[in-house]
């Protein structure tokens, strides 16, 4: 809805503010329920707060959200005219056939599936070292609110300077991130892990999700995104089984050090398969 609402000169910044929200959100609540949990136990306190979310989310939904449909009709006055895509059209496209489509949806994958495996493990890992809950609570949060804060900056640069370096750059600077946690053993070096992957993802989020809004024509955009979403949000399943699989096996050192390459090998995929879909 933001994608249409803005148009195609500001599609970066849209996301940008769109993602900050929602992972702002995560970092607070990631670290309200740390304290929730130190204080009064596992559960059920630390899941109320979460009720409540939904709870409001839908009732602004319905009473304040406004249609876009009539900005998506504008734009396309713009486009040439051109025959439909079925479902799985867009599928293909988004998924396999489309250069730029299924570079940035294998690239959401890979993000999303380091996140998976962040969630799962960082927290293992953590306790390893023998931090406490709050210590525990404030990691879970700075890499969220590093990844929120930063796409207010990232965003709006992607729309300057291009979506593909972001991606790229991105991808290679959360695999950084992922293995200075891989070798720490203290609080302020698992601090300065956690930046670091916010800081690539905070480049990566908003630029891909601008790069489907360049890529995909406006009548069946919507329909490449959510393909596109598919195969993001399915990274957090893949993820959390995959590191899950690999650490019962191998152990959680060899977990977070496969997610990281595999990371960075997808930061390799976009900068040879992916063309540049930012237009001057």
Known sequence: MKIDLVGPLRRGLAMGLNEFAGYGALSIAALGTGYLASTYGLRPEPFYPGVAFVAIGLVLSVLIVRETRGHIRTELRAHAPTSPLSQWKIFKQTSLTNHNLSSVSQAGLANNLNDGMAWGLFPLVYATAGLSLPQIGWLAAIYPAVWSIGQLVTGALSDK???????????????????????????????????????????????????IGDSAHPSWRAGSVGVYRLWRDLGYAVGALLAGGVADTLGIQAAIWMIALLTFSSGLVVSIRMRETKRA
């Open 161 to 211: 300077t291009g979506r593909k370096p972001f991606i790229v750059m991105g991808m290679w600077v959360q695999a950084g991130g992922i293995a200075i946690i891989a070798l720490s053993r203290l609080f302020w070096s698992f601090a300065g892990g956690a930046v670091l992957l916010g800081i690539g993802t905070a480049m990566v989020h908003p630029a891909l999700l601008a790069a």
